[in-house]
């Protein structure tokens, strides 16, 4: 059925009380949540975190042909050590930079041996 550009559009069978309108919403406009660095521990499955780098190591040997680095990564709640082995560590450490901002998801969260030893967050 043709209509005229300036006719009102027929709606059918809409219930008493529900809107016809509709919104448009742009994509991808939903803020991502970041959890707090203090709040990481093995139990969380799904977590993302933002933070600084900071404190980047050199990329030294651990075994044969596999080298890891690490670094802190820092928000206004706490610092954690981030650690990278095989190529995940030759990949990374030409991309991280002491101060500029990186997120994390999904990585293994293991506790620490020595909790009283603590990564130095650089002051920013």
């Given at each position: 059925?043709?209509?005229?550009?300036?006719?009102?559009?027929?709606?059918?069978?809409?219930?008493?009380?529900?809107?016809?309108?509709?919104?448009?919403?742009?994509?991808?406009?939903?803020?991502?949540?970041?959890?707090?660095?203090k709040n990481?521990?093995?139990?969380?499955?799904?977590?993302?975190?933002?933070?600084?780098?900071?404190?980047?190591?050199?990329?030294f040997p651990?075994?044969?042909?596999?080298?890891?680095?690490?670094?802190?990564?820092?928000?206004?709640?706490?610092?954690?050590?981030?650690?990278?082995?095989?190529?995940?560590?030759?990949?990374?450490?030409?991309?991280?930079?002491?101060?500029?901002?990186?997120?994390?998801?999904?990585?293994?969260?293991?506790?620490?041996?020595n909790p009283?030893?603590?990564?130095?967050?650089?002051?920013?």
């Amino acid at each position: 059925m043709l209509r005229d550009s300036d006719s009102e559009p027929e709606i059918e069978n809409v219930q008493p009380g529900c809107s016809t309108q509709t919104e448009t919403v742009p994509m991808n406009t939903a803020q991502p949540t970041f959890e707090r660095i203090k709040n990481i521990n093995p139990q969380l499955n799904k977590w993302k975190i933002k933070g600084r780098a900071s404190r980047i190591s050199r990329l030294f040997p651990i075994k044969e042909n596999k080298r890891m680095f690490f670094f802190g990564l820092q928000d206004d709640s706490g610092t954690i050590k981030v650690k990278t082995f095989g190529e995940d560590a030759e990949k990374f450490y030409q991309v991280v930079q002491e101060g500029e901002l990186y997120t994390l998801q999904f990585a293994k969260v293991v506790p620490t041996a020595n909790p009283t030893r603590k990564v130095k967050a650089s002051n920013m």
